[in-house]
C-alpha cells in the first residue's frame, strides 16, 4: 500500500491552461505539505496544511490554490500556467507538527508538471 | 546568506571509501535536522535526523550536529554504488505563526566509484 500517493504522475498542458494535482495520505498524518522542485533539483515549499487548516503559505503567486477537504487529501490547483510552473511537485505528510521526529516527512512519487 | 547551505558537488568517493557531506544553516534557533536521500527521477527519502549535539549512529550512517558551529554533517561508511544520489539536508525552525517550517538545502551529489 503506498504510503503518499499523487495523481497524475506526468501533465502536460499549454500556457494558459488550468490543472490540479491530487495526493492522499494513508499514514493517519496530521499535516501535508506541497514542494515545487525546479530544474536546478531546489526543494522549495510551497504550502502546509495541519489538519484541514493552512499554516504555511510562502511567497506563492495566488494562480497557485491549495485544498485540503479532510487530513487525509491536500490537492493543488493552479490556473493560468506559465511556462516558469514547469517543475516536479512532490506532496509530503507528517505526523504533525510538534517538532523532532513529528516533523519526519514522507514524500510521494512527484508529478512531473510541462507547460509548452 | 542561504538559511541552508551545503555543497553542490558532486562529490566522487571510490567504493568501500567514508563519504563526508556537509551542512551548514543560518538560523540559531534551528531545532531539527535531517538528512534526506533522492535517487535521479525519483522522491525524497528520509535516512537520518538528529535534535541534539553529537553524533547519531544508524547502521552505515552517522549524522553529526554542533548547534555551536551550525553545523550538522552526514558520514557514509563502506560507501556502496547504490550509495551514489543527492543528498538533501533539510533544517525545521519555528516561524512567527508557531509552525515547524522545514527549509532544504540545495543537496550534494554524491557519486560512489566502483
Known amino acids: 500500500d503506498t504510503a503518499v500517493s499523487q495523481t497524475p504522475k506526468y501533465l502536460v498542458t499549454q500556457m494558459g491552461n488550468d490543472k490540479s494535482i491530487k495526493c492522499e495520505q494513508n499514514l493517519g498524518h496530521d499535516t501535508m505539505y506541497w514542494y515545487k522542485q525546479d530544474s536546478k533539483k531546489f526543494l522549495k515549499i510551497m504550502f502546509s496544511y495541519n489538519n484541514k487548516e493552512l499554516i504555511i503559505n510562502e511567497t506563492v503567486p495566488n494562480r497557485f490554490s491549495p485544498k485540503s477537504p479532510d487530513k487525509a487529501h491536500l490537492n493543488l490547483h493552479i490556473n493560468s500556467l506559465e511556462l516558469g510552473d514547469s517543475a516536479v511537485y512532490f506532496c509530503?505528510?507528517?505526523?504533525?507538527?510538534?517538532?523532532?521526529?513529528?516533523?519526519?516527512?514522507?514524500f510521494g512519487p512527484g508529478t512531473r508538471l510541462t507547460v509548452l | 546568506q542561504k538559511e541552508v547551505e551545503q555543497n553542490s558537488g558532486p562529490l566522487s568517493v571510490p567504493e568501500g571509501a567514508i563519504a563526508s557531506l556537509n551542512c551548514t544553516y543560518s538560523d540559531r534557533g534551528s531545532q531539527s535536522f535531517f538528512w534526506y536521500r533522492q535517487y535521479s527521477g525519483k522522491s525524497p527519502e528520509l535516512i537520518m535526523s538528529?535534535?541534539?549535539?553529537g553524533d547519531k549512529e544508524d547502521g552505515r550512517f552517522t549524522a553529526q550536529l554542533n548547534k555551536a558551529s551550525q553545523y550538522v554533517s552526514l558520514l557514509i561508511r563502506d560507501s556502496q554504488p547504490s550509495d551514489s544520489a543527492t543528498y538533501l539536508c533539510a533544517v525545521t525552525l519555528m516561524n512567527s505563526g508557531g509552525y515547524q517550517k522545514v527549509t532544504f538545502g540545495t543537496g550534494t551529489k554524491l557519486q560512489v566509484i566502483p
Open positions: 509530503a505528510s507528517s505526523q504533525d507538527q510538534a517538532g523532532g521526529a513529528y516533523n519526519e516527512q514522507f
Open positions: 538528529i535534535y541534539s549535539n
